[in-house]
């Protein structure tokens, strides 16, 4: 339940690519109580640190706090908002969205009349605000304001749930549940928990944040695709599998090491789990890997249905299982 519970908290707060603040301000108090040391750094990221009892080895832990939305690149003489993406939005599944800019400002995101579902492109699109004219309009939004399409997430059958964003929120709440339960555990090494920014747009915070930390272990967590679904590529993972211990994506080749790790401590703790292979995509696991002089990188994903829509699920017991296998390969490694 408590991760349920997070989890709505978190996707009640809209914080797209750059405009991370809403949602900082909501993991820092969260993190606060388990942490030694919070800090933001220059480019936005949140770093929460607890330390070691000695010079042990370091583990980074991370999941992007951003989400993809909507910049507003002009308004039109009747009040219309015109919009360009921010991250891999699909203008198909964004039609006829509620959405809400970052100054609470609600409208409705629309195709221009007659546009066929093949032609949907970001130039066909409009946010209505309800303004008569360009006047009022600007009186509440102008050029750079931000839109999210509006986030909430809601229970399914059984631990499964609904809603945006779940990507990364998800990962946000399964970040938090890990430094709960590392919080009275006694560790040689540093542990730093790394809430990343600007991640839909090319994985940019995780780079200087890895950088700076320059861990010996990382892992990501993410969502990722699953293969469970009519008329879906083939793909090994799926909703209520367990947690998903990636080897690949087209971003990222993680380590070796880490992947037989945490195969062997799924295996050794009854902890369900599968193997991921994503032919497309990307998270922070690729940014961490290259910054400085390289660290060992893995990462820990959650399976999710209809990923950047309004739509997107996943299953709590997946999540848990992340948690849970985290935990342990922490222990281990540090």
């Known amino acids: 339940m408590k991760l349920y519970t997070t989890l709505q908290a978190l996707c009640a707060t809209p914080s797209v690519s750059g405009r991370e603040e809403a949602i900082r301000e909501v993991l820092r108090e969260r993190i606060v109580p388990f942490a030694d040391e919070v800090r933001v750094d220059p480019l936005g990221n949140l770093i929460a640190t ?15 706090m951003d989400e993809i939305g909507f910049l507003v690149t002009f308004v039109e003489e009747n009040g219309w908002l015109r919009v360009a993406p921010v991250g891999g939005i699909s203008f198909a599944a964004s039609a006829f969205s509620s959405v809400v800019s970052e100054n609470g400002v609600r409208g409705s995101l ?32 102008s050029i750079g304001t931000f839109f999210v399409a509006e986030g909430g ?39 730093y928990y790394v809430f990343s920014v600007q991640e839909e747009v090319g994985c940019r915070g995780a780079l200087p944040a890895a950088f700076g930390l320059a861990p010996e272990y990382a892992l990501c967590f993410d969502v990722t695709a699953t ?49 991921e292979i994503l032919t497309y995509g ?42 849970t296998l985290a935990v342990a390969f922490v222990k281990d490694a540090v």
């Open 50 to 64: 607890k330390k070691g009892s000695s010079a042990g080895k370091s583990v980074l832990l991370c999941a992007h």
């Open 110 to 141: 629309v195709p221009e009349e007659k546009v066929k579902p093949a032609d949907y492109t970001a130039d066909r699109f409009y946010i209505d605000i309800g303004a008569k004219n360009c006047k009022e309009a600007q009186k509440q939004v």
């Open 153 to 191: 997430v809601r229970r399914l059958k059984g631990k499964r749930v609904m809603g945006r964003p779940l990507d990364d929120r998800i990962g946000c709440a399964v970040l938090l549940a890990v430094a709960e339960q590392l919080a009275e555990v006694l560790l040689e090494g540093d542990v």
């Open 227 to 275: 293969g469970d679904v009519p008329g879906t590529a083939p793909m090994a993972c799926s909703l209520g599998g367990g947690a998903a211990i990636k080897i690949k994506d087209r971003s990222v080749i993680c380590c070796e090491e880490v992947v037989k790790r945490l195969c062997s401590l799924a295996e050794e703790n009854k902890i369900p789990c599968q193997r």
């Open 282 to 323: 990307g998270t922070d696991t690729s940014s961490m890997q290259l910054a400085g002089g390289g660290c060992r990188a893995g990462a820990l994903s959650i399976p999710c249905r209809y990923i950047h829509t309004s739509v997107e699920q996943c299953d709590l017991a997946d999540a848990e299982a992340c948690v």
